[in-house]
């Protein structure tokens, strides 16, 4: 099962579910609590789930990040599934974390606190120009999304309008 986060510009997320059903053609999609955010799962692989999109003309998807895992947003279930996923790294590394609805945690705190952690634990570099993984954090209120993402993996399309 492949989790994806997509983003839309806000009052196009109608449009977003059926490009994703287009595209994806087995797909679940749910809006979140934050306009424009949606998440959408597929039994596709990953790589073929992006692949599929990637090629896709959209004309209102503005964003995708394939997730890994879905954790309550406490730091320390964050912390054990950043680590579950850094195992997988092969090369450099970035963190990058985004905290919607969810006072108790901060991006920028999780990216250092996060990115300390892997550095300790697997003696890896980091990379945040150009790395070949990105851990990336989605944090939508009491829940959070943990992705190893590879260059190139992290899809972002222009949408006009």
């Known amino acids: 099962m492949t989790i ?21 053609e087995k797909v679940r999609v749910r809006g979140t609590d934050w306009r424009g955010v949606l998440l959408a799962e597929t039994p596709l692989p990953k790589r073929e789930a992006l692949e599929w999109l990637r090629n896709f ?20 279930e964050i912390e054990k ?16 974390a985004r905290v919607r609805g969810n006072r108790r945690l901060s991006g920028r705190e999780l ?21 070949d993984y990105t851990l990336v954090v989605e944090v939508l209120g009491k829940k959070a999304g943990i992705g190893l993402v590879g260059r190139g993996e992290m899809l972002r399309f222009d949408v006009v309008g």
């Open 81 to 96: 599934a950043v680590l579950e996923l850094a195992g997988g790294i092969g090369g450099t590394f970035a963190v990058r």
């Open 111 to 131: 990216e250092i606190g996060l990115g300390s952690l892997v550095v300790e634990r697997f003696g890896l570099k980091v990379n945040l120009g150009d790395p």
């Open 4 to 24: 994806l986060l997509v983003t839309a510009p806000q009052g196009r997320e109608g449009d977003v579910i059926l490009e994703l059903e287009w595209a994806l």
């Open 57 to 76: 003309e959209t004309q209102a998807i503005q964003r995708v990040v394939p997730l890994d895992l879905i954790v309550p947003a406490r730091k320390e």
